[in-house]
């Protein structure tokens, strides 16, 4: 898909067919995922993927009823970062944000990985109220990781409009 209508086309899917994403597409998107820039090329993300039997009992455990509701249908893609790697010398910070950096890292992955499931005809909502003690559990995610969002991915139900943007201006200054 040619890459302006991508980022036009993109948006929050609240409302997804039932209809299961295929294994090796989600396989797919993943490792185009993995393209992402990162501090080094350290890639700290990290992502766990609920597909299957086990998403219903899951998405139940994981996330409070409007994201259930909103992600019914979907796969789910737990997204976290392996803390104190990226901008880390020797266990000591590289920077004033220290951990915000893996977090930063995150983001462009995950931004590649929104982008990547819907150049696959796929849509996704990214869903950060979750509980992350049941996930850690469920998932067996390690300590050192932080979790930071639960991505649902699957054939959207729906055609959400675009949500009004701020003018340029407001959030760019030039020099």
């Known amino acids: 898909m040619e890459f302006e209508k991508l980022i036009a ?4 899917v609240r409302a997804y067919k039932n209809e299961p994403v295929a ?4 396989v797919k998107i993943l490792k185009e995922a993995q393209a992402a820039p990162s ?6 993300s990290r992502c ?5 039997e086990k998403l219903e009992e899951f998405r139940a455990l994981s996330l409070p009823s409007f994201n259930q509701n909103s992600s019914r249908g979907a796969a789910l893609i737990v997204t976290t970062f392996v803390r104190d790697i990226v901008a880390f010398t020797n266990g000591t910070a ?3 944000l220290g951990n915000k950096w893996g977090a930063y890292d995150l ?11 819907k150049n696959a005809g796929l849509d996704t909502l990214i869903m950060g109220i979750r509980n992350p003690e ?3 559990e469920a998932l067996e995610i390690p300590e050192n990781e932080d979790i930071m969002s639960v991505i649902a991915v699957g054939y959207r139900d729906q055609e959400p409009g675009m949500r009004p943007r701020k003018e340029l201006g407001e959030v760019v200054r030039f020099f």
């Open 48 to 52: 766990y993927v609920v597909e299957g």
């Open 39 to 44: 501090w080094k090329n350290l890639q700290a």
């Open 94 to 96: 590289d920077t004033e």
């Open 9 to 12: 086309e993109r948006r929050s």
């Open 134 to 136: 049941a996930i850690r």
């Open 23 to 26: 294994h090796e597409l989600l």
């Open 107 to 117: 983001g462009l992955h995950d931004a590649y990985l929104v982008l990547a499931a």
